[in-house]
């Protein structure tokens, strides 16, 4: 089983980066693959990016694609989420969340097994 925290949420205005943290604790972290998810209405979450469980795979949706970056290090049982260029549309609260299932990157959210309870990042035009 794994806890998973994030941080590092915020208001920033568009243009600008903000980096997310995902601390996980619990026991064998290096086994989980990380998924990035965002609330983007009230019953849905998208797809954000993720990155496997040795940190050598990365995915991205086509929306983030070229100014995020997700990476990890599995010493420090954490995940981040670079974000940079932001727009007011990337505003939402971010999820991390973990899954076994697979080796490669979990796009899908009935996929993942474990959820942070997210962080709110605000991006004003």
């Known amino acids: 089983q794994v806890q998973l925290v994030e941080s590092g949420g915020g208001l920033v205005q568009a243009g600008e980066s903000l980096t997310l943290t995902c601390a996980a604790s619990?026991?064998?972290?290096?086994?989980?693959?990380i998924t990035w998810f965002r609330q983007v209405s009230e019953t849905e979450r998208e797809f954000v990016a993720g990155i496997n469980w040795s940190g050598g795979t990365e995915d991205y949706a086509d929306s983030v694609k070229d100014r995020y970056i997700v990476s990890r290090d599995n010493d420090k049982n954490t995940v981040w989420l670079q974000m940079n260029s932001l727009k007011p549309e990337d505003t939402a609260v971010y999820y991390c969340?973990?899954?076994?299932?697979?080796?490669?990157?979990?796009?899908?959210?009935?996929?993942?097994?474990?959820w942070g309870k997210g962080t709110l990042v605000t991006v004003s035009s």
């Open positions: 619990g026991r064998h972290f290096n086994s989980y693959a």
């Open positions: 969340a973990a899954t076994q299932k697979t080796y490669g990157v979990a796009r899908h959210e009935g996929a993942m097994d474990y």
